[in-house]
């Protein structure tokens, strides 16, 4: 069994992504009103070796071995660039296996310099621009006390200069907070100065932090891509705004921790729950079993198994 690596899991813009865990839930340096793992308990801003590097590296080099993945992808159950071993975990995977490499991040660390060189390494850096300016920033996000607009666009701008791979960007649209047209002329000028690769539009699909938070209109979210277009090449413009399709991965041996392992990083709906159970022609009872350490939320007429460590 494993306790750092899940899936792979179909992810909306990796493919068959096995997930490397590096930060417990929830340590972050940014609490925003839409995250699928609920409000941040742990608010800080420095690195903390949360884990000692030699065991997730004794996960890596067995999961790498037996799983069929398309990406190795960096993750936490918050920011994974908080955690002081992750330079030493990507060192191992780009010498040890030969899948790309890519880590899910909000981008705020790029300010400091070692984080900058530990994710040069990687071939795919997703950050987070959900804002243009300080105050929807501050909305939204909700960063650390020590993390400013000007600041979190900085980082990511110094990154764009020493980075030769893809720096791909999302931005979260929660209605009536960042998806009015102001809100894209702002953004757009964000991604001016450090140039995504790729802008993905997400909704919030899975059940936010914030019970209030709604997604866009579609005529909204259309009206966002067009304006943003004026800034970044429309064929560098993705809209996400539908749930994962495919199939999750889950160890026969093990399935119950296996399910929990993927729920502990992003609710999934029963019915994609109930499909891995099918399709692994296992007993339904661990549906039963997995209720026990999850919440029902529905959230936009939808319901989802929310993973509770209470
Ligand atoms: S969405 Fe990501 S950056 Fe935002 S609070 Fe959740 S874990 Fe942190």
């Known amino acids: 069994m494993f306790h750092y690596i899940f899936g792979p899991v179909p992810s909306r813009r990796l493919g068959r992504s096995l997930g490397v865990n590096v930060v417990p839930l929830k340590y972050c340096n940014f609490n925003c009103i839409y995250c699928q793992l609920g409000r941040t308990r742990y608010m800080i801003n420095d690195l903390r070796m949360f884990y000692p590097p030699r065991d997730i590296i004794r996960e ?28 030493e975990l990507i060192q191992w995977a780009r010498n040890n296996q030969d899948k790309p490499l890519a880590i899910l991040t909000n981008g705020a660390k790029l300010i400091d310099e070692n984080v900058r060189t530990w994710l040069s390494e990687l071939d795919v850096v997703k950050v987070s621009t959900d804002a243009g300016n300080e105050r929807t920033f501050r909305l939204i996000n909700r960063p650390h006390r020590e993390i400013t607009f000007d600041k979190f666009i900085e980082g990511i701008e ?46 919030p699909t899975r059940p936010p932090a914030e019970p209030w938070v709604m997604p866009p209109t579609s005529e909204a979210l259309i009206t966002f891509a067009k304006v943003l277009s004026k800034y970044v090449n429309s064929d560098r413009i993705f809209i996400i705004d539908y749930i994962e399709r495919g199939e999750f991965h889950i160890d026969k041996n093990d399935p119950v921790n296996s399910l929990l392992g993927i729920l502990r990083i992003q609710p999934m709906t029963v019915e994609q729950v109930m499909d891995v159970i099918r399709r692994n022609n296992l007993d339904m009872a661990i549906l039963d079993y997995v209720r026990k350490f999850t919440k029902e939320v529905m959230f936009n007429g939808i319901k989802y198994l929310v993973y509770s460590s209470e």
């Open 60 to 87: 890596l080099g067995v999961a790498t071995r037996i799983r069929n993945y398309d990406y190795l992808t960096f993750i936490g159950d918050g920011e994974p660039t908080l955690y002081a071993g992750l330079g």
């Open 158 to 203: 110094k990154f764009r200069d020493i980075f030769n791979g893809q720096i791909w960007t999302e931005i979260m649209l929660v209605r009536g907070v960042n998806d009015n047209e102001d809100s894209a002329e702002h953004i757009g000028n964000a991604l001016g100065r450090y140039r995504p690769d790729r802008v993905y539009l997400m909704v």
